[in-house]
């Protein structure tokens, strides 16, 4: 490695914003923003989409209904069956010959969910993508290195598309073959790593494994998306790689990442409650009640709902996410106007009902991380029961932890489990490297039930 370190420090003097006139934007101009872009996205879907047609028709209303931002409440939601039930290019607005780029799901059970962009959605995409790069500290000229997969997933090609907009240089080596992730974190002195929050603790043990101590590399900043992590999670990663975790929101269904972006100033101040900044004049976004559907005020936890407002493509009238999170109502720090949503503590359909105790995947990292003797590894996972389903938790053991100690160990993380969670879980410690890794998002829950 070069004997020059050009790590900086870590907080930044002043406030570097993209677009700082709509970041910045009043919220009684950036509210009359949204609503004109709002309506003209109702006519577009309406006007163009049978199935959305359809679905208003239905439900009773048209787009001459919405004449406030509340009004979007009368409209009916759109879910992820949608995009299923209309597959391939059912729900896309213009015709294929104006698409310039498809995305979709992994499709590993079954067929993928498709979703496109138009030429102007992919400037749009590429311009909020750059914009969530200057809020996480990154600058024209830094080098980025990608370790987000590439191909159907929006995530590789979404920061790709940001970088470049930014003038960065891109490392595009896309998931898998930590090895080599690290000898060119190294060798070509990366300024930020784009990566999954556990692929980021992937690398960490890798490194340290083979005696590289990348807090000593020049990489500052990891720009994490794909998957919900926990406070306890980003500040293990970012002690043991030696940087700052910034969150990226985001998913395919009404663009990819860039959709919200935590800014460096609220995420080095530890006075600030941390979140993303929702990019309010591209999308319009609601925190409703998972079972009644009604819209909740700012503050209250939630499902987030986002609408499109410049989608011309694939335009989404009140998507439900499944994401659980709440809007931030204080102002932040950097000056951005655009209001914040909390870091996702997991998905409506991630929770597990453990007799009768609603548990996220999230509580249980959060009591594990930090724990001594455990490695930040673990899985849930759900067996069949007599009565109902029962539920273990893997972990990890440290190298450090003789065998003979981990009888301890499982008392330890039993309690600490009972504790944080109202729940008793049969606790099964590992050996180092006995829980599966992920190259991309972490696989949290492993369903072991028979169908």
């Not at 409209?75 to 995009?83: E, G, M, Y």
């Not at 914009?131 to 370790?147: C, E």
């Not at 500052?220 to 030696?242: H, I, N, S």
């Amino acid at each position: 490695m070069p004997a020059t370190n050009k790590k900086p420090a870590a907080r930044r003097k002043s406030v570097a914003m993209y677009q700082p006139d709509l970041e910045r934007m009043s919220k009684k101009d950036l509210r009359a923003l949204q609503l004109g872009r709002l309506q003209k996205t109702v006519r577009h879907a309406y006007r163009n989409v049978a199935a959305v047609r359809d679905k208003f028709d239905a439900a009773g209303v048209k787009p001459a209904d919405l004449k406030s931002l509340k009004d979007i409440a009368k409209f009916p939601f759109a879910r992820k069956s949608d995009l299923r039930d209309n597959y391939p290019l059912g729900l896309f607005a213009v015709p294929q010959d104006k698409l310039v780029r498809v995305h979709g799901s992994s499709g590993t059970t079954g067929k993928p969910t498709i979703v496109g962009y138009s030429k102007k959605d992919m400037k749009n995409w590429s311009s909020l993508m750059a914009r969530s790069l200057v809020a996480a500290g990154v600058k024209p000229g830094d080098v980025l290195q990608n370790s987000i997969g590439y191909g159907l997933f929006t995530g590789g090609l979404g920061f790709h598309g940001g970088a470049e907009e930014l003038g960065c240089t891109v490392v595009p080596l896309s998931g898998g073959n930590t090895d080599r992730q690290i000898m060119m974190l190294i060798d070509m002195q990366a300024d930020a790593l784009i990566s999954t929050p556990s692929y980021a603790l992937n690398i960490a043990d890798v490194a340290e494994a083979a005696g590289i101590d990348l807090k000593k590399a020049p990489v500052r900043v990891a720009l994490c998306g794909a998957e919900a992590a926990t406070d306890a999670l980003r500040a293990e990663a970012g002690r043991r790689l030696g940087l700052t975790m910034i969150d990226h929101y985001g998913l395919s269904e009404v663009m990819g990442p860039g959709v919200a972006a935590e800014c460096l100033e609220a995420a080095l101040d530890p006075k600030t409650p941390g979140g993303l900044h929702l990019w309010e004049d591209h999308f319009y976004f609601e925190i409703i009640d998972p079972k009644s559907g009604d819209v909740l005020p700012d503050g209250e936890t939630g499902e987030l709902v986002i609408t499109t407002l410049t989608k011309e493509a694939l335009p989404m009238v009140r998507y439900r996410t499944g994401d659980i999170t709440h809007i931030i109502p204080d102002k932040c720090i950097c000056g951005r106007t655009h209001r914040r949503m909390a870091r996702a503590k997991g998905r409506s359909d991630d929770m597990l009902v453990i007799r009768g105790v609603n548990v996220y995947p999230s509580a249980v990292e959060e009591a594990l991380i930090g724990l001594p003797g455990v490695a930040p590894h673990y899985q849930l996972v759900v067996r069949d029961g007599k009565s109902m389903a029962m539920v273990d938790v893997e972990v990890e053991a440290l190298p450090s932890v003789k065998k003979g100690d981990y009888a301890k160990v499982t008392k330890n993380i039993s309690q600490r489990l009972k504790q944080a969670t109202g729940v008793s879980f049969k606790v099964i410690v590992v050996g180092p490297g006995k829980v599966p890794r992920s190259e991309g998002k972490a696989v949290r829950v492993r369903d072991l039930r028979k169908a």
